[in-house]
């Protein structure tokens, strides 16, 4: 069954460090998708950054990165010189495309950042 | 370009009582998916609306359940409302279902469902 699995419940940041946020997946399929989403403490999900299963690439969206490593099913966000404002909530998540076209997407259990001034 | 707009934003209700949720995609799109947030389940997925026909669905009770309009706008519905339905209900929209390219979901601010 497809899993997403977070590890760190919570994690520190000084301002203008960089941070990385650990995501780990399971999935029997080889076509899939993996996202990763913001959510301040107002609720609302802001997609940050995507990688494809077939993208050889690690994806980058401004200060984000993608760390793919399909070997590891390992798919860690990397946040760079952290700013307050990235004080959030930040969920990984998967979606498979083997069963057909769908948009149903599957959530780990999310991590707390906090940037420290 | 407007986002995802949701309706109510704060709702409270008493057990028993029936809700009805309103989410309007961003314009343009035709995908519109549903999912319950809570603290202790964290985010699962309800349902998935594409042209005004179902075509997913969560591992949620009959209770829940939802519908979408001609114009992409959609409802979902809970009837017989429990205390463990308290959460906060997600819409997101999309262009179309995705067939394996990256189709991006975009997610609106959420309605806090309280049931007293």
């Known amino acids: 069954a497809q899993k997403i699995t977070q590890t760190q419940p919570g994690m520190f940041v000084q301002e203008k460090e960089a941070v990385t946020l650990d995501c780990t997946y399971d999935?029997?399929?080889?076509?899939?998708?993996l996202f990763w989403y913001k959510q301040p403490s107002s609720g609302e999900m802001i997609f940050l950054i995507y990688?494809?299963?077939?993208?050889?690439q690690n994806a980058t969206e401004g200060r984000y990165s993608l760390n793919f490593q399909k070997a590891r099913k390992s798919a860690n966000l990397v946040i760079s010189a952290s700013q307050l404002g990235d004080s959030a909530m930040y969920f990984c998540?998967?979606?498979?495309?083997?069963?057909?076209?769908?948009?149903?997407?599957?959530f780990g259990t999310g991590t707390l950042l906090a940037v420290q001034p | 370009k407007a986002g995802v707009t949701q309706t109510p934003r704060y709702l409270i209700k008493t057990r028993g009582q029936q809700v009805t949720l309103s989410c309007s995609p961003i314009?343009?799109?035709?995908?519109v998916s549903w999912y319950q947030q809570t603290p202790g389940q964290g985010l699962q997925f309800l349902f998935e609306?594409?042209?005004?026909?179902?075509?997913n669905k969560g591992n949620f009770p009959g209770r829940f359940s939802g519908r979408q309009f001609s114009n992409s706008r959609s409802e979902m519905n809970v009837s017989t409302l429990e205390l463990g339905d308290s959460a906060l209900y997600l819409c997101?929209?999309?262009?179309?279902?995705?067939?394996?390219?990256?189709?991006?979901?975009?997610f609106g601010p959420g309605t806090r469902l309280l049931v007293l």
């Open positions: 997101a929209s999309s262009a179309q279902p995705s067939g394996g390219e990256q189709e991006t979901q975009y």
């Open positions: 999935t029997s399929d080889q076509s899939y998708g």
């Open positions: 990688q494809g299963s077939y993208d050889e």
């Open positions: 998540a998967m979606r498979e495309y083997t069963s057909g076209a769908t948009n149903k997407l599957i």
């Open positions: 314009s343009g799109h035709r995908s």
């Open positions: 609306y594409f042209s005004e026909t179902q075509r």
